[in-house]
């Protein structure tokens, strides 16, 4: 069975220090994976998508970016973090050639920034 | 622009009875819709999909239905119980292209009170 792992589970980092979450996927080859964002009383917010190894969209331009060094690895980073980017990180995968394309997600990443 | 919309932040529901949680979309190309429950601190969960030639889908306690002229589909429990006790999102997704990307709703939080 496949599953979906993120680390850490919290993190408190104060602004303008850098980020970097990870995000790994077992039991699957040549998933699509998927970084979201929920930011407090509000809902999921797309941050990145990958189909492959190296190839990252970006869906809404900001200071984080993402990289796919393998291909069931995906990173969120950041050189400098800003107050705004706290919330709740969440990274997802789904099989390429589903129906419905469902996505299933990891546990997330709680990030406070002070 | 909202493409998904949730317009119920919160429900509140008696152990045993209906619960139903509304969606609205913008967007007539959607292919397929999805729902999924998300619990505090916890990554949401893949609970029951329709495609957009179907009207209705059930799973156990679940059914959505789908009316495409209204552009409007609704998630039915039944009967409800203290541990749907969750937020609720709505997504909807189009064929096409390999990402399998979905939009969200911002949620709704369901209570089910003893």
């Known amino acids: 069975s496949q599953t979906i792992h993120q680390w850490p589970a919290t993190l408190v980092q104060p602004v303008g220090s850098p980020l970097s979450l990870e995000c790994t996927v077992e039991?699957?080859?040549?998933?699509?994976l998927y970084w979201y964002r929920q930011a407090a009383g509000r809902g999921l917010q797309l941050l990145f998508y990958?189909?492959?190894?190296?190839?990252i969209s970006s869906e809404v331009p900001q200071n984080l970016s993402a990289s796919r060094p393998q291909d069931r690895q995906f990173i969120l980073s950041s050189k400098k973090l800003l107050l705004s980017d706290s919330g709740f990180y969440l990274c997802?995968?789904?099989?390429?050639?589903?129906?419905?394309?469902?996505?299933?997600f990891g546990p997330g990443t709680r990030l406070t920034v002070t | 622009d909202q493409q998904v919309k949730q317009n119920s932040p919160s429900l509140s529901v008696q152990e045993g009875r209906i619960s139903i949680l509304n969606c609205d979309y913008t967007?007539?190309?959607?292919?397929?819709f999805l729902w999924y429950k998300k619990y505090p601190a916890e990554g949401p969960t893949f609970l029951i999909s329709?495609?957009?030639?179907?009207d209705k889908n059930e799973d156990g306690r679940f059914t959505v239905f789908l009316n495409k002229s209204a552009k409007h589909l609704s998630l039915h429990i039944v009967p409800s119980q203290p541990g749907d006790s969750a937020v609720y999102f709505c997504?909807?997704?189009?064929?096409?292209?390999?990402?399998?990307?979905?939009?969200f709703g911002k949620g709704t939080k369901l209570s089910v009170k003893p």
């Open positions: 329709i495609s957009s030639i179907k």
């Open positions: 967007n007539s190309m959607f292919d397929y």
């Open positions: 990958s189909v492959g190894i190296g190839q």
């Open positions: 039991g699957t080859s040549n998933p699509n």
């Open positions: 997504a909807a997704g189009r064929y096409g292209g390999s990402q399998g990307n979905l939009i």
């Open positions: 997802a995968w789904s099989e390429k050639g589903s129906y419905f394309y469902e996505q299933y």
